[in-house]
């Protein structure tokens, strides 16, 4: 069973708004450094987004390119952890994909051993 289910992925218009939500599976996410990455053909996984554990204050960091756009907001109660996409555009297609690992440094993907499976996201008119 995968520790990390991710949902919410699907096809928008250009200003629309997604909510991901990665939910832990036999893991607690309060215990983790969570992060969403996105992933484009041909290219690595860029980190857009990280929340660290209870225990580090939940210290947040959001890429500087969808800053303003994008939140990572977490619910302890359903142990989930969402990123909330808000005025999608042209840029944000990608497959999403969320990651828990013991503490982040630079929201890379290298720092995270836990992967979900992903979820698609597509932008189009």
């Known amino acids: 069973q995968d520790p990390l289910v991710e949902s919410g992925g699907g096809l928008v218009q250009p200003g629309s708004s997604l909510r991901l939500s990665c939910e832990g599976s036999?893991?607690?996410?309060?215990?983790?450094?969570v992060g969403w990455f996105r992933q484009v053909p041909g290219k690595e996984p860029e980190g857009i987004a990280c929340?660290?554990?209870?225990?580090?204050?939940?210290?947040?960091f959001v890429k500087e390119s969808v800053k303003g756009r994008f939140t990572i907001p977490k619910n302890k109660a359903h142990n989930t952890v969402y990123l909330q996409m808000n005025n999608l555009n042209s840029e944000d297609p990608a497959v999403y994909s969320c990651?828990?690992?013991?503490?982040?440094?630079?929201?890379?993907?290298?720092?995270?051993?836990?992967w979900g499976q992903g979820t698609q996201v597509t932008v189009s008119s």
């Open positions: 929340i660290s554990r209870d225990d580090l204050d939940d210290r947040t």
């Open positions: 036999g893991i607690i996410l309060n215990y983790y450094a």
């Open positions: 990651a828990a690992g013991a503490a982040y440094a630079d929201c890379l993907p290298a720092e995270f051993g836990y």
